[in-house]
């Protein structure tokens, strides 16, 4: 189902025949919405070249013109009211349409059949019931159309003429106010409404004048020269640009009628969904004649099914009655910001994923009241859901989609600077740097699982520890996995190095230089068994018996409680006094030495490398023991004969 110009919705790149100024059903969204910039007061595309694109894109016929009235007419045999833009007509007309007293086009032109609608409203009821039920609103809506049946022949908006001499609806000046309940109106200086005030007078437009507020100017104009209390357009100084969407006047633009079963609701599109969500207000037709009025164009009634597909995708709300009254008057959109802001608030409020949830929520919002306790234990979602989770909903669900509630925010950043303090404790020195393609940090996010309640404490800390330390057994989160499969290129999670320092020393201290060295996946093994053990001694001593048992074989003739340090130290003192120098220990006779536990032995083998290797102070010591066995004097080594 797609859009046209007027708002209807039917099958996409067909033609209301009824209403075939709307132009084919090819938009997205409602006018004023996206690409769909809507009919102007002339009844014709605001950007015709953009539809004609559109048409010529959807491969359709267009079937907008402009008004038949106008075709054989030209500026100068025209008549303009002096009072009444195209759009105002338009207002009336819909009115009047609504009302049941008009079945002609909403066309801003006021001809015999506006006027016969116009005078059979006034001789009926219908001014004072709206009176009764709005204010005052009814004596200016009464006043209009008295204006409007003392007009004769074809009479067009204010905002079409361009200098000719004007026709007036009436013998004196209008001017645009406001009720003190919000409604808008015309009326002349004299003709003021009780409990209203000029536009001029209203603390939003200071430093405009009377001038500024004159009736040829339509409503969106009007609202348009919001000041907030600063010159603005038309004031002695100007002024930024304001418009409908500043002012806020959107508020009730681009709703849809639909009706079921003799019942009508005026229905929000919700921005942002996929297939479309709408929300519903059930509405009669006096209130919705009053809602669609000062600038709103009143759609057409759009029959449904109950098994039709929007209508499945429609959540009911209740009575029009209870919709925010800003909202109702056209001073507070009620999706502003709601569709950039909701993926933000989906993030850090994952139960708004439950429909029913979702629905209990958004009627809040729209209706600006907080929610009950009560509304959330009555759903599905509470009952199956752990009391951690109903926690953080009941705390988390302020109205702001920006920011969570102070409490909630201070909840969450507590966690997450406990759970950095905990993963660098456990050995993740990085963990502030590991962040997905999203830019999301993967401490954030593991914080927030704990925080939402969708993780246990025990959970989260055994979590942790599967992070830091794979070795520890523990099956990691499905979710941590699908994660870090999704996490930026070239920053992996440095897992924990802890104990790893301890067990190079003890496995220098039982093994010595040579079988001591490990490699880094033996060391990470060690370390881990220290790591997991029931208590970090326990572990250190599991980790002593696999090198005893490792010295032993190495080592066979020593006591099995003897360091390969205290097994070596004898042997280091003996062969640096028979060699004048240590010896490397990795070289294989030292090695050789201790293995053999024998002082001959150690002695042949000791002097046979001290020889081979030049060791001065034993080369001295048998040149002399030469020397004195051949009854020669000193002999003095290394001297050229």
Request: no cysteine.
């Amino acid at each position: 189902m797609k859009y046209n110009l007027l708002g209807q919705t039917g099958p996409e790149g067909q033609t209301n025949p009824d209403a075939p100024e709307g132009g084919p059903y090819i938009y997205d969204e409602a006018p004023g919405f996206g690409d769909n910039k809507g009919l102007n007061a002339k009844g014709t595309p605001v950007d015709e070249q953009q539809h004609k694109d559109k048409v010529d894109d959807a491969g359709v016929e267009d079937t907008t013109t402009s008004s038949e009235d106008t075709t054989e007419e030209t500026q100068d045999t025209k008549q303009y009211s002096g009072s009444l833009t195209v759009e105002q007509i338009m207002d009336y007309q819909t009115i009047l349409k609504g009302r049941g007293f008009y079945t002609g086009a909403i066309d801003g032109i006021i001809g015999p059949a506006t006027r016969a609608a116009a005078q059979a409203m006034l001789d009926s009821d219908a001014p004072q019931d709206i009176d009764a039920t709005r204010g005052n609103q009814g004596k200016a809506l009464a006043q209009a159309l008295d204006a409007i049946t003392q007009t004769t022949g074809l009479i067009y908006g204010s905002d079409l003429n361009s200098g000719q001499e004007e026709t007036t609806t009436g013998d004196t000046t209008m001017y645009w106010g406001r009720y003190d309940s919000g409604s808008w109106f015309t009326s002349t200086l004299d003709g003021k409404p009780e409990g209203s005030k000029w536009g001029w007078e209203l603390k939003e437009f200071e430093g405009l004048g009377q001038d500024d507020f004159l009736s040829n100017k339509s409503l969106d104009e009007i609202l348009g020269q919001v000041t907030d209390g600063v010159s603005g357009p038309g004031g002695p100084e100007g002024g930024s640009e304001g418009g409908p969407e500043d002012s806020g006047s959107t508020g009730f633009q681009g709703t849809q009628l639909w009706e079921l079963d003799g019942k009508t609701y005026v229905v929000f599109t919700v921005p942002g969904t996929d297939p479309a969500l709408f929300i519903r207000y059930e509405a009669d037709e006096p209130t919705l004649n009053l809602y669609y009025s000062s600038g709103r164009v009143k759609p057409d009634v759009i029959s449904k099914s109950a098994n039709n597909e929007e209508w499945v995708n429609s959540s009911f709300f209740g009575s029009l009655a209870e919709v925010d009254e800003d909202i109702l008057l056209g001073n507070k959109d009620p999706f502003t910001g709601l569709a950039d802001k909701f993926d933000t608030a989906k993030k850090y409020r994952p139960w708004l994923e439950d429909d029913e949830l979702y629905d209990i929520w958004l009627e809040a919002f729209i209706e600006d009241r907080d929610i009950l306790d009560e509304e959330w234990k009555t759903t599905e979602w509470w009952r199956t859901h752990t009391q951690e989770e109903r926690d953080w909903l009941l705390l988390s669900q302020g109205k702001d989609l920006g920011s969570l509630p102070a409490d909630a925010e201070a909840y969450l950043s507590n966690n997450i600077i406990r759970f950095r303090d905990m993963f660098k404790a456990a050995g993740v020195t990085n963990i502030e740097d590991i962040v997905n393609t999203d830019g999301e940090s993967f401490l954030d996010w593991f914080s927030f699982n704990f925080t939402s309640g969708s993780w246990t404490e025990v959970y989260a800390l055994d979590q942790l520890k599967a992070v830091a330390d794979p070795s520890t057994g523990i099956e990691l989160d499905e979710s941590i996995s699908t994660w870090m499969d999704g996490k930026a290129q070239g920053v992996d999670v440095s897992t924990t190095k802890r104990f790893e320092a301890q067990v190079e020393n003890l496995a220098n201290e039982w093994l010595g230089p040579l079988y001591g060295v490990l490699t880094d996946e033996q060391k990470a093994d060690y370390a881990a068994m220290i790591r997991n053990a029931e208590s970090e001694e326990i572990g250190a001593s599991n980790v002593i018996d696999k090198f005893k048992g490792i010295r032993g074989t190495l080592f066979g003739d020593y006591d099995e409680n003897l360091t390969y340090n205290e097994i070596a130290t004898p042997w280091r003192n003996y062969s640096f006094q028979l060699l004048g120098q240590r010896m490397d220990e990795t070289d294989s006779t030292f090695v050789d030495v201790i293995k053999a536990n024998d002082q001959k032995t150690a002695t042949t083998m000791l002097t046979e490398w001290g020889i081979n290797n030049n060791a001065s102070t034993l080369l001295d010591k048998v040149t002399d023991e030469i020397g004195q066995a051949l009854g020669a004097g000193q002999v003095v080594r290394g001297v050229s004969t």
